[in-house]
């Protein structure tokens, strides 16, 4: 394994359980037993990113020594709330997914891109980051929607991810997503021109 080029970066519990699929008992239960220091201003319990990028290893297309330094930054980033970093994840992390959308073999348990996707574009939608919005119609459109696995041809998790596709992508318009608004125009024709302005 190469060494990673910022080696004090930390994030939070939850974020290194989205990241490894273990829990964050399981995370908090390594802390105990020494096996990973813990970091933080003791309100909120922090793991050097080492400790999540060994835990990733081995996982299918998401190499752990594939981290940039810029990554890594971006990651803490996002752990901290910042919407755009939460965005830039959420993307890489969907297009892991998107290009794995019809894998010969499923990934393993807890490393699904889609999930982590999902955790990090909601948390910028929430804050009105509209390519996040995007990206999540993006997601749920290709049938990779927590509600349900629209491959095993589950009819109801089809209508869903497609309905959750299109509010998102809408919501994506309203808030003046160029792309976006081009996509709702071609779905839903006789929609009024949506007026200008908004973010991009």
């Not at 574009?121 to 995007?134: G, V």
Request: net charge negative; proline share 6%; charged share 15%.
């Amino acid at each position: 394994m190469s060494a990673l080029p910022c080696p004090h970066l930390s994030i939070s519990l939850h974020t290194a359980a989205i990241l490894t699929g273990r829990s964050v008992r399981t995370w908090q239960r390594r802390i105990e037993e020494g096996l990973v220091p813990r970091l933080g201003d003791g309100v909120r319990a922090l793991v050097p990113f080492e400790a999540v990028q060994q835990s990733m290893e081995g996982v299918p297309g998401e190499a752990a020594n594939a981290w940039s330094a810029q990554d890594v930054q971006t990651l803490v980033r996002a752990d901290l709330g910042e919407a755009l970093a939460q965005a830039q994840m959420g993307s890489q992390f969907a297009l892991l997914a998107l290009r794995g959308a019809a894998p010969a073999t499923p990934p393993a348990p807890g490393h699904d891109a889609g999930r982590i996707a999902h955790y990090f574009l909601e948390r910028a939608a929430e804050q009105a980051q509209a390519d996040a919005m995007h990206w999540l119609g993006l997601l749920y459109a290709a049938g990779l929607g927590p509600t349900g696995d629209a491959s095993d041809g589950d009819a109801n998790a089809d209508t869903s991810n497609n309905a959750m596709a299109l509010m998102w992508i809408a919501k994506a318009a309203a808030h003046g997503h160029a792309i976006a608004r081009q996509q709702l125009a071609a779905l839903v024709p006789n929609l009024p021109n949506l007026p200008a302005g908004g973010q991009a």
